[in-house]
Structure formats: C-alpha cells, structure tokens
C-alpha cells in the first residue's frame, strides 16, 4: 500500500493550493482518507478527512469555509482545496489511510501514511 501526497508549494497568504493525494495498493472504497499537517515546532494535527464514496466528510475547526476534501474514486485520489491560506497553515501535509470506512481525527486510526509534501504561505 502506497500514498503519496504532492502540490504543496510557496504561496502569498490570501492564494490558494490544491493538494493531491495518490493511492495504490488497496481497494479504498472501504476506507476514510485523512489529512494531517505538522507545522514547526508543532504537533501533527488532523486537517480533513473523507469517506472514499464523498459520502461523509469531517474538518478541522480551523480550517473549515477555507478547505474542501473530496475524492476520485476512479482514479483513486483524494485532493485538498485549500483557499484564503494563512501564514499558519505552512507545515508538513500528509495524507493516510484509515483502518476502516471511519472518518476519524485520530492518527492512530491511520495505518497508511504518504511522505508529505510542504507548504509555505507568506504573509
């Protein structure tokens, strides 16, 4: 099992970004797909997640209006809208695959994690 999360970048604050998150290696239309971010000094601390189907989504508070999760099931990937960055949300993002259809906070109810792909939002 494989994800692998890209399009982070360099950003003003105000712009936006859309993360995307590639699977392989497992059927995840029985799975929850969730974003997390590190940023520094920080912990790392769930942003969004989704029911593979789109059926259910669930957000981080300080993130909800500004993100958008959905998924491709065709393609299998997941993205993340990211609009009206702030300089608070330059960190780590990583994507994971969750042990169940789940859509949880937790990152121990992820058993599968991509490598991150940074993002940087200037002020």
């Known amino acids: 099992v494989q994800l692998q999360a890209f399009g982070g970048g360099f950003v003003q604050a105000g712009n936006s970004l859309r993360l995307t998150c590639a699977a392989s290696g497992r059927t995840f239309s029985n799975y929850a797909v969730g974003w997390f971010r590190q940023g520094p000094g920080r912990e790392r601390e769930f942003v969004a997640a989704?029911?593979?189907?789109?059926?259910?989504?669930n957000y981080a508070e300080s993130v909800k209006g500004r993100f958008t999760i959905s998924s491709d099931n065709a393609k299998n990937m997941v993205y993340l809208q990211m609009n009206s960055l702030k300089p608070v949300d330059t960190a780590v993002y990583y994507c994971?695959?969750?042990?169940?259809?789940?859509?949880?906070?937790?990152?121990?109810?992820?058993?599968?994690w991509g490598q991150g792909t940074l993002v940087t939002v200037s002020s």
């Open positions: 989704i029911r593979w189907n789109g059926v259910s989504a």
């Open positions: 994971a695959s969750a042990t169940t259809s789940y859509v949880s906070r937790g990152p121990s109810n992820y058993d599968y």
